[in-house]
């Protein structure tokens, strides 16, 4: 079976502009949830999805948002991108809302200059 | 302070060693523990998911939770050199530590 799949691998883009990470989830799998990771630090949460509705929201400004198609495959978006915001951004699949057995994607690495 | 910390190493240890992993956390509502392994520049990898007190083992790891202490452990025996990467401890509320970097040598 497939894993957690997540598009681009890498990216690089200029301060000011925007981005949109993929993510495809485990088959079966209905809830989505996004974390940045920068260097040398743990995941934080950003968001997570279930049957396409935002179900949590972690400390990050509106210029980032998410949404969860039909599929269950989900965006991450980055608007007015800052050199902060450079990291490996993960996404997770679980099976179900409420637990927090995950599985991770191998990332999509951004790099803002 | 930090709601989950983590030594972040780096911990070296010779092929064949007990290896032992730690976290505490602050926040007495956690209930659940995850330990995840994460190669360099790869996703984290769910290696052990516990729930409450009590031991877990599952081949050569074994996880431990102490919430009286706030302390949660990952213990690996006969430790070989495809170990080598960093461990992260995870709560509930998607809370994670920062990792902490094991090298297993030749």
């Known amino acids: 079976d497939a894993g957690v799949t997540q598009s681009p691998t890498h990216l690089i883009k200029t301060r000011g502009q925007h981005v949109t990470l993929r993510c495809s989830p485990i088959s079966g799998h209905k809830s989505v949830s996004w974390y940045q990771q920068v260097l040398g630090q743990g995941p934080q949460f950003i968001f997570q999805?279930?049957?396409?509705?935002?179900?949590g929201r972690g400390n990050f400004p509106d210029r980032f948002s998410a949404r969860q198609f039909p599929n269950y495959s989900s965006e991450l978006n980055v608007n007015a991108l800052l050199l902060g915001d450079s990291a490996l951004y993960l996404c997770?699949?679980?099976?179900?809302?409420?637990?927090?057995?995950?599985?991770f994607g191998p990332g999509t690495r951004l790099t803002v200059t | 302070q930090k709601e989950v910390e983590q030594d972040p190493g780096p911990l070296s240890v010779p092929e064949g060693a007990i290896v032992s992993l730690n976290c505490t956390y602050s926040?007495?509502?956690?209930?659940?523990f995850m330990w995840y392994r994460q190669y360099s520049r790869k996703g984290p990898e769910l290696l052990m998911y516990?729930?409450?007190?009590g031991n877990k083992e599952d081949g050569r790891f074994t996880a431990q939770v102490d919430k009286s202490s706030k302390y949660i452990s990952l213990f690996i025996r006969d430790s070989q050199p495809s170990d080598s990467a960093t461990y992260l401890c995870?709560?509930?509320?998607?809370?994670f530590g920062t990792g902490t970097q094991l090298k297993v040598e030749l």
């Open positions: 997770a699949s679980s099976a179900r809302q409420g637990t927090y057995e995950q599985y």
């Open positions: 995870a709560m509930d509320k998607l809370t």
């Open positions: 516990t729930y409450s007190s």
């Open positions: 926040n007495s509502a956690f209930q659940y």
């Open positions: 999805y279930y049957e396409k509705e935002e179900r």
